[in-house]
């Protein structure tokens, strides 16, 4: 396993040098540049600015000198926002975006895998219909769309709970319900088929015949089976969960790191959307790693020679 996690972590490096370099020339392409403004700088204060931050050199040079950077894990200053360096603003931020994170994944997996086992220990009656319903009506809503309709519900209508803002815990219920709605839906139809095949086995059946309860019998030998299907989909789904955050903030007026992300793109900070994604695609490299020690762990018959 620890071979395995080596080579791993080292071919998340070509990967890594193949994002940094496409982002820098994408973003590149993009029409307008980071001191573009309504009212334009004149000609010899842009001057000077773009030679400060070297972007009067050729386009191979600023490569050149990013990568350099980035070798010392220095992302570089950011270009709209004065006096904060990348690595400050995603200090600063992304532990917002991580709690949002873990809330919703938090939501997803609670109702998910109970909605889950529901439906497979009650096959094709109205409770397994009722959850693939729902399930299937998460799946198609997507959170753009859910996430004001639970606004207008909670908020304006009923004036439950806020319409914005990330200070109380009343203000974490409602984008970690919009963010964990479709992960929800799709651990519940994972879990369902997993644990759907699991209890048809033979040593299901050894198990209550022995005069094991009902409780024992799934939670501890069909739940360990059943919910592989959920763990080799938690990778994606962590994934999803934390680069959907970005409309997500953007809605409820989060101020995490994915505000800051759609922000840069709109402002063309180059140095802040390249930072922020590569950022992400670490998070990602590094769930997958661990989703995949999970499964070794859950399921002895995986081996990574």
């Known amino acids: 396993m620890a071979r395995y996690v080596i080579r791993r972590l080292l071919g998340a490096i070509p990967v890594l040098w193949i994002i940094a370099t496409l982002t820098f020339f994408m973003i590149r392409l993009a029409p307008g540049g980071p001191f573009d403004q309504e009212k334009r700088l004149p000609p010899d204060i842009l001057k000077n600015v773009e030679a400060k931050y070297h972007l009067n050199e050729p386009l191979y040079k600023q490569y050149a000198r990013y990568m350099s950077s980035l070798m010392k894990l220095d992302l570089g200053p950011s270009y ?25 994944l938090m939501f997803a997996l609670l109702l998910g895998l109970g909605a889950g086992i529901i439906a497979a220990l009650y096959p094709a009656t109205w409770k397994d219909h009722l959850v693939m319903t729902t399930a299937m009506t998460g799946v198609s809503i997507p959170n753009f769309v859910f996430g004001p309709i639970l606004v207008l519900v909670f908020s304006l209508v009923l004036g439950w709970l806020p319409v914005a803002g990330w200070e109380t815990w009343q203000d974490r219920i409602l984008p970690s319900l919009t963010l964990g709605s479709v ?20 040593f299901i059946r050894t ?8 409780r024992s019998v799934i939670f501890r030998h069909a739940l360990r089976g059943g919910i592989l299907p959920t763990i080799s989909f938690l990778g994606p789904a962590v994934a999803g969960i934390v680069t959907g955050s970005l409309v997500i903030e953007k809605i ?5 790191l994915g505000r800051f992300f759609v922000d840069s793109a709109l402002n063309r900070d180059y140095t802040m959307v390249m930072g922020t994604a590569l950022f992400y695609a670490v998070l990602i490299i590094l769930m997958n790693i661990l989703v995949d020690i999970a499964y070794a762990y859950l399921d002895p ?3 990574y020679d």
Not at 207 to 214: D, H, I, N, T, Y
Request: hydrophobic letters at 45%.
């Open 80 to 104: 709209r926002y004065a006096n904060r360096t990348v690595n400050e603003i995603i200090e600063s931020s992304f532990p917002v975006s991580a709690e949002l994170a873990l809330w919703s």
């Open 252 to 256: 409820f007026y989060i101020p995490g």
């Open 207 to 214: 198990a209550r015949a022995k005069g094991l309860s009902e």
């Open 301 to 303: 018959r995986v081996r």
């Open 183 to 202: 992960y929800a839906a799709y651990i519940a139809r994972l879990t369902r088929g997993g644990m759907m095949e699991v209890l048809r086995q033979d």
